[in-house]
């Protein structure tokens, strides 16, 4: 199901309490004046009620994929009447996670593990002007047709705090909300300085080297849908497409 900030704010709506308190330490993140977040569209978002919110059971289960599924599926048919600066924020019952003391590296092979049985769902053809090959810069990760940046953040994360969160949390952007905030526009390389530097008060160390812009020739999005702790990324994306065989 998936929720405006309206919606779960409302006392009526029925909610388990870790799903509150991963709702609330979003907002708290976002809306914070002495920590400022770095993402300024993702506060805007938040602000002015364009983002939407869904919850997934433990991201491991054999369920949860088809909950992520159904998730993307419903807020993709909506996604452009919600506003320029939507996602779908997607928080995670982490609870056996955090028992199970998983560091960076186990979320994100849950991470990538999740993404590829999500897409192995999917009943909609790729589309025609995404590739399909991680390595090449106009890849995406799709669903139902629509091209999505994917965001995730830990509990695990201790340095990187732009991706350090008390549940497992996803992200989804649709990747029309980059047609004006990319390298190409003035306002994006303005954007851009801003929430670079907004990064470096907020992390515990620079950026990461995989931050570039989607298109750029030497740009691999996947590798920055999980930033880890340090300047590391994997050898090779884990991503796994339906139509022909890629390497794991």
Request: with cysteine.
């Amino acid at each position: 199901m998936l929720y405006t900030k309206e919606e779960i704010e409302n006392p009526k709506t029925a909610l388990e309490t870790w799903q509150e308190r991963s709702f609330t330490a979003f907002g708290d993140m976002l809306t914070s004046r002495d920590h400022a977040y770095p993402c300024v569209p993702g506060i805007q978002g938040y602000t002015n009620g364009m983002l939407r919110f869904g919850f997934l059971e433990d991201p491991r289960s054999s369920s949860a994929s088809e909950q992520l599924g159904e998730l993307l599926k419903s807020y993709g048919e909506v996604s452009r009447q919600t506003g320029s600066y939507t996602s779908l924020v997607v928080f995670c019952d982490t609870r056996a996670l955090l028992k199970d003391q998983l560091e960076i590296k186990d979320y994100e092979k849950v991470f990538w593990s999740l993404l590829n049985q999500t897409h192995a769902l999917d009943e909609k053809e790729w589309p025609e002007d995404i590739s399909q090959d991680p390595e090449d810069p106009s890849w995406e990760f799709c669903f139902h047709g629509e091209p999505y940046f994917a965001f995730c953040a830990t509990p695990a994360h201790t340095k990187r705090n732009s991706r350090c969160f008390p549940s497992l949390l996803l992200a989804f952007q649709p990747r029309w909300v980059f047609e004006n905030i990319n390298d190409s526009t003035t306002y994006g390389r303005r954007l851009k300085n801003v929430i670079r530097k907004r990064l470096l008060d907020y992390d515990d160390l620079p950026a990461h080297p995989a931050l570039k812009w989607y298109g750029q020739e030497d740009n691999h999005e996947w590798e920055q849908y999980f930033l880890r702790d340090d300047d590391t990324s994997l050898p090779q994306c884990p991503f796994l497409a339906k139509t022909r065989s890629l390497r794991p």
